[in-house]
């Protein structure tokens, strides 16, 4: 191929190396010159910044034909293990000498990872080392399956190259590590600009997992390399690689223009890297080995500025060493590092550290406060052993620091002093004292600033006597200042005389004696008042014997008790037992209805054992109380459990299960105490939410209050078991219909159980327990079932199909009923929205509930709140709009609902903006919306910032087409500007298109959260 042909095919498509103004600069150098003129390259890289640089170069080398397929990156799998056998690659002449190019760069950059990992992006590091290899053996790899050299057997340049490789692939998996946050950055597509380096989201991770499979060959091919005692390394230079001519019929290098290099500078690289890399996976020990080593050869060498190879700066390596706890002469360690030390060795000298630090000011403040409060925590939870008055010695040190940096003092250091007494003022003077000589004039003045406040405000005695004792602080005050210091110490030592001190005056004491009536007053509100059970058993025992007028429960009018406590309370023995069992089961039931579950059952507990020692007297009514009692226990553990949900690990879940199972056996057995039906209806609600569904299922239904939960928890079952109902579930369908529909006036059919569902005080218990379930409902499936219901009863009795409720398994539930308008659409709706905030309020990620809450917004009319949690579906199914929104669970229906909702709220441009979300994209709605949006109520900006979101180029042709009609040139220009970025990336493959499209979805949907949700 002669120079013309290669001038031809380049200008075909000629690309700038960096994109700019036109007309092109004379200085300027097209790609395919350094082709055509070898000794460009080499003129061009030797100036003092060259530009383009070395690694764009290399990315322009590599990218100009990345739509041909023999320059793609390829992974080989690395769960299959399989490596294919070579084969070698027909390439022109002309990507021949694109590579040979990269590579002639990359050794003018002397091979230096640090540069080739910042600057070029993974796959583009990838494809250099295939190349290299490829062109030093003679071998077509694909990373990482890079087969296994002898390192006794190979020539120089393999050796170098296969080095050169392990040394990457490690290097690779800690670049990722310590640089996770600035790689996503590569993400951001801006079109039009840098797409050779666009990395599409998910690549980099998939190549490092592809890596990381493969990492214990490249660890141990390094060490075999740190091993062997008869190497000769040897670097590829520039003048290695020999570019092709039109007469070039194979690929031909001069290894003889190879440069020989120290072993040890060879092998202090590798140490380096491995140390690096063993730090990473916290194996310390074999860090610590490799990083000695790496430091001996490292001060060992001579001359840094001659280091071929070697490129370990001497900052990094001391870090690395200080991080393996390996010495480093010369090498100061920070106070901020020997604090970390200390506090891991158990804070060993800690106060020298921190006395030390007041001079200095070096480590953050937030880390001393940090130390301070977890010496605090640790000591009260006795997590740590620590000496007695370490705690207040770190207090006045970090005082005295916050002093000296003028800062404002948050936190009771005063009061920790005064409650320390003499001891406290004693530690503040000698945390003082060590930097008293050692400070500026404007820390003095901050010193005597606080020392005043103290000793006018404070009340600790002995500030002002310590000041005066010591000439050093007497220095820091004026003659103004001292006099008023000298007040305060002869306040502090004025002595009073004893007659001042003493109550015995000589004067006989006069006796006054309270009416009975306001003793027993203010017994009475001092029994309103506490909730201890041993000063409330004192109260009683001195009410007791008192003459009342009235029974002690009507002491307070909001004593009052359930119907079959209060019952059994009063059929016992008029005496203490009686009022002590009334009071505590009142105080009891006001300290749960206050959230303190603690405290109630504290009083039960104590209520229960004082019982059973009364109960030895075979009184059957005591014996009664102890089991009712025992329940009122169960009762409030259970609105314990159901109040701190989802965090059931605060109490015994399975006792309580055991328990509640108990309690509702009580009802079969007829010989037995029967619990009170609230108590009945929580054991119930709780074995739902406990997922008991084979034990509620197999109870005899006898009871309303039990039907629901067995009707719910065989639909439970079924979904659970079989993944869908097996067969349609009756009972819970129409025990709901009982509850809302015309049945409450109407005699019913017996249901299957045997109970009847007539009118009446059947069917009232039916609405009642159906009610009570629904608020007290916490599993995740049988919220998921009852909702369905609800949705289903409502789509129902709408019948409407552009205003249907969509969630999951509403096909377990028929499409009719009959006499639908009998039923109150209205209370069902009102259920559902209750139900379903409540739901949400213990699963807030829920994406089929949020998409259902967003429906039921939209037919209710309330399209603001509609936008708002399909958003937050939206956002959860997106994790947070990192990921393209998955089409099983948002679905074009929503986003027609929220083109509805933003049309409503005439926000039309962000409607015509989600037409383009659709799968087909309706052009007739967008062109309507696009042709609204003079009505639009979006601020201008906001508008503007839309425009950027849309990637399809009907819509914005449509838009262009608009404005030039209306002479909008504005939002003309703007169109354009859009549409020219979009064309501009035309060549782009399906991939990069569709990545830059998610792109501009999740800002869209960003901007709209940020309008409906935050």
């Not at 290399?58 to 080989?76: A, C, G, L, P, R």
Request: proline share 4%; aromatic share 8%.
């Amino acid at each position: 191929m002669g120079c013309t042909d290669i001038r031809k095919n380049a200008m075909m498509d000629v690309d700038l190396l960096r994109p700019g103004t036109v007309p092109i600069s004379p200085d300027t150098i097209l790609w395919f010159e350094f082709l055509l003129n070898p000794s460009l390259l080499q003129q061009h890289l030797s100036k003092p910044s060259p530009d383009p640089s070395a690694t764009d170069l290399i990315i322009k080398f590599m990218t100009i034909n990345s739509e041909q397929k023999d320059n793609e990156v390829k992974i080989v799998d690395a769960e299959t293990n399989e490596t294919k056998p070579n084969t070698t690659h027909k390439w022109s002449h002309r990507n021949l000498a694109l590579k040979i190019l990269s590579l002639r760069v990359a050794a003018h950059l002397k091979w230096d990872l640090d540069v080739l990992e910042r600057k070029l992006p993974l796959p583009i590091q990838m494809t250099l080392l295939q190349d290299l290899i490829y062109v030093t053996s003679d071998m077509t790899v694909e990373i990482p399956a890079v087969p296994e050299f002898s390192i006794h057997a190979i020539s120089d340049q393999v050796l170098f190259t296969v080095v050169l490789y392990h040394r990457w692939h490690i290097r690779a998996i800690t670049y990722r590590a310590l640089n996770n946050k600035q790689l996503k950055q590569q993400f951001l597509h801006i079109p039009g600009i840098q797409e050779s380096t666009y990395v599409p989201p998910g690549m980099v991770d998939d190549i490092i997992r592809k890596l990381e499979a493969h990492l214990p060959t490249s660890v141990n091919v390094l060490n075999n390399v740190l091993e062997a005692t008869e190497l000769s390394p040897k670097i590829l230079s520039f003048d290695t690689f020999q570019m092709l001519t039109e007469d070039s019929t194979e690929i031909k290098q001069n290894w003889e223009n190879m440069f020989p290099t120290d072993i040890e500078e060879f092998k202090c690289q590798i140490h380096y890297d491995l140390a690096k890399f063993h730090l990473l996976k916290e194996e310390y020990e074999i860090a610590k080995r490799h990083i000695i080593q790496a430091k001996e050869l490292f001060y060992r060498l001579k001359n840094p500025e001659n280091w071929l190879y070697c490129k370990v700066q001497k900052e990094f390596l001391d870090g690395c060493c200080l991080a393996c706890e390996v010495s480093v002469e010369g090498v100061t360690v920070s106070l901020t590092q020997q604090l970390q030390a200390s506090i891991k060795d158990q804070y060993t000298n800690i106060l020298q550290i921190l006395q030390a630090d007041n001079v200095t000011r070096e480590i953050p403040q937030v880390y001393r406060d940090n130390l301070e409060l977890d010496i605090q925590g640790g000591s009260v939870n006795r997590k740590i052993v620590v000496a007695r008055d370490l705690l207040l010695q770190i207090q006045c040190l970090n005082l005295v620091r916050k002093i000296l940096d003028g800062s404002i003092i948050l936190g009771d250091y005063v009061t920790e002093i005064r409650a320390a007494g003499p001891k406290g003022v004693d530690v503040f003077f000698w945390a003082l004292s060590n930097v008293l000589e050692k400070t500026s004039t404007i820390d003095r003045k901050r010193i005597s600033h606080f020392l005043l406040y103290l000793v006018h405000t404070s009340d600790i005695d002995g500030i002002a006597s310590k000041v005066l004792e010591d000439s050093a602080y007497v220095a820091l005050f004026n003659e103004k200042e001292l006099g008023e210091i000298r007040k305060s110490v002869a306040v502090e030592e004025l002595e009073l005389p004893d007659l001042l001190l003493k109550n015995d005056w000589s004067i006989p004491l006069v006796t006054f004696t309270k009416s009975t009536r306001v003793e027993m007053f203010e017994l009475e509100q001092k029994l309103i008042q506490t909730y201890n059970t041993v000063e409330i058993h004192e109260i009683l025992m001195h009410l007791d014997g008192k003459h009342r007028m009235k029974p002690l429960w009507h002491v307070n009018s909001c004593w009052e008790l359930p119907i079959p406590l209060q019952s059994v309370v009063m059929s016992l023995p008029r005496g203490f037992l009686q009022d002590y069992s009334y009071v505590l089961l009142a105080k009891s039931r006001e300290l749960a209805m206050s959230n303190d579950f603690e405290g109630s059952i504290e009083i039960l507990t104590v209520l229960e054992k004082e019982a059973q020692q009364h109960s030895q007297t075979g009184n059957t009514l005591i014996f009664k109380l102890c089991k009712l009692v025992n329940w009122e226990c169960l009762l409030v553990e259970i609105w314990r459990c159901l109040h701190a949900w989802p965090a059931t690990n605060i109490c015994d879940t399975q006792s309580l299960v055991t328990r509640s199972k108990q309690c509702l056996g009580a009802l079969q057995a007829t010989d037995q105490v029967i619990p009170r039906q609230e108590i009945i209806e929580y054991c119930t609600v709780f074995l739902l939410n406990m997922a008991e569904w084979d034990y509620l299922t197999s109870l005899e239904k006898r009871w309303s209050y039990t039907e629901f939960a067995a009707a719910i928890s065989s639909v439970c079952q079924d979904i659970v078991k079989y993944k869908s109902g097996r067969k349609f579930p009756r009972e819970a369908w129409d025990m709901v219909l009982a509850a809302f529909g015309p049945s409450r006036d109407q005699p019913q059919k017996r249901s299957n159980s045997g109970s009847s569902g007539t009118s009446g005080s059947a069917t009232r218990d039916v609405i009642a327990s159906i009610g009570n379930t629904l608020g007290r409902l916490r599993e995740p499936m049988v919220l998921t079932v009852v909702i369905s219901l609800l949705a289903r009863l409502r789509n129902v009795l709408r019948d409407e199909s552009s205003l249907e409720l969509h969630t999951q398994y509403l096909s377990l539930w028929p499409a009719g009923v009959p006499n639908a308008n009998s039923y109150n659409i209205r209370t069902i709706g009102e259920l559902l929205f209750q139900l379903l905030t409540q739901a949400l309020k213990y699963y807030p990620s829920n994406v089929p509930w949020l998409r259902l809450m967003g429906d039921l917004n939209f037919v209710l009319g309330y399209y603001e709140s509609a936008m708002k949690y399909y958003l937050e579906a939206i956002m959860v199914a997106s994790d947070l709009f990192s990921q393209p929104v998955p089409r099983s669970q948002i679905d074009d229906l929503v986003y027609r609902r929220m083109i509805k909702c933003c049309a409503h709220l005439q926000c039309y441009t962000q409607a015509a903006v989600l037409c383009q979300f659709l799968e087909d994209v309706d052009y007739s709605l967008a062109f309507k919306m696009a042709a609204s949006d003079q009505k639009s109520c979006a601020p201008a900006d906001a508008m503007d910032a839309y425009y950027h979101c849309i990637w399809d180029t009907t819509i914005l042709e449509y838009l262009i087409h608009l404005h030039t009609k209306r002479g909008e040139h504005h939002r003309k220009q703007l169109a354009i500007k859009v549409i020219g970025l979009l064309e501009l990336n035309s060549n782009n493959n399906e991939e990069i298109q569709r990545e830059a499209a998610n792109i501009r979805k999740a800002k869209f949907l960003r901007a709209l959260a940020k309008q409906y949700v935050y």
